[in-house]
T-cell receptor
Framework: DAMVIQNPRYQVTQFGKPVTLSCSQT?????MYWYQQKSSQAPKLLFH???????NEADTPDNFQSRRPNTSFCFLDIRSPGLGDAAMYLC?????????????FGPGTRLTVL | AQSVTQLDSHVSVSEGTPVLLRCNYS??????LFWYVQHPNKGLQLLLK??????LVKGINGFEAEFKKSETSFHLTKPSAHMSDAAEYFC??????????????FGKGTHLIIQP
């Protein structure tokens, strides 16, 4: 089945230690998104890639970066995680040009910062 | 600009009784509307979507929603709740004017509790 895969499902890091979260997709979608979801809150868009074009949300901290080396993979890098960055991180994909912008979500990576 | 208001942060119903989760939206353009469900520590699963076709939309697991433009509403219903329906539900709007590459606008979520 075509799907969105996130690894790892659970990640523990130390305060200030860089961490990378991974997302891959078999849907061949041209847009990939990263959302941050804190406890009991709605997902918040951090940034997205349309093919190789990177689009950062205005209020996304510089501490968060992303890479998309090819269509299938997209990475979220947190350069110096703080305690406030503990959250669920959701990757999603969509096909630009579709009529409704339906997004397909991965299972998420729960990040703990010690 | 677009926005979504989920009118109830928590809804509690008894198993076997109807479910109603309320959602109002605003959008400058013809919107697409979605309901997603999220079980604890899981990703988001699409329940159903409205994309300017039929105003009554049927989704998975017996859920349906009706798009009412005059009321700017997209309420989610299910005739008979099941214990497995206990989860967080998000109403989501997408403004299609941008061609579909932008992020979705989420409501704050409704936590559905099913009483045995």
């Amino acid at each position: 089945d075509a799907m969105v895969i996130q690894n790892p499902r659970y990640q523990v890091t130390q305060f200030g230690k860089p961490v990378t979260l991974s997302c891959s997709q078999t849907l061949n979608h041209n847009v990939m998104y990263w959302y941050q979801q804190k406890s009991s809150q709605a997902p918040k868009l951090l940034f997205h890639y349309y093919d190789k074009d990177f689009n950062n949300e205005a209020d996304t901290p510089d501490n968060f970066q992303s890479r998309r080396p090819n269509t299938s993979f997209c990475f979220l890098d947190i350069r110096s995680p703080g305690l406030g960055d503990a959250a669920m991180y959701l990757c999603a994909t969509s096909r630009r040009g579709s009529t409704n912008n339906e997004q397909f979500f991965g299972p998420g990576t729960r990040l703990t910062v010690l | 600009a677009q926005s979504v208001t989920q009118l109830d942060s928590h809804v509690s119903v008894s198993e076997g009784t109807p479910v109603l989760l309320r959602c109002n939206y605003s959008s400058s353009y013809s919107p697409s509307l979605f309901w997603y469900v999220q079980h604890p520590n899981k990703g988001l699963q699409l329940l159903l979507k409205y994309t300017s076709a039929a105003t009554l939309v049927k989704g998975i697991n017996g859920f349906e929603a009706e798009f009412k433009k005059s009321e700017t509403s997209f309420h989610l219903t299910k005739p008979s709740a099941h214990m497995s329906d206990a989860a967080e539900y998000f109403c989501v709007v997408s403004d299609r004017s941008g061609g579909g590459a932008d992020g979705l606008t989420f409501g704050k979520g409704t936590h559905l509790i099913i009483q045995p």
